[in-house]
């Protein structure tokens, strides 16, 4: 599946995006103290919970604004080279 470095990411991401430990391990229904050890390295991120923090990055408003959408694969223009 994932990197580790990849879920890692993915889950300072979707910390970033919920603004708190608190409201992440809600998200994520993980308790707290688990949260830390997972967001500070000190425990692998189950695929599960990496599945579900890509789930709340890709449905949250905010997290949408942080990354422009790419046009769509259908209607885009075939590339011209220059």
Known sequence: MASEQLKRRALHRAFYVAGTREALARVL????????????????????????????????????????????VEGAEPAVPH
């Open 29 to 72: 229904r993980l308790p707290a103290p688990e949260l830390v050890q997972l967001l500070g390295g000190k425990k692998a991120i189950p695929n599960a919970v990496f599945l579900s923090t890509v789930e709340f990055i890709l449905g949250h408003p905010e997290a949408a604004q942080l990354h422009p959408r790419m046009p769509e």
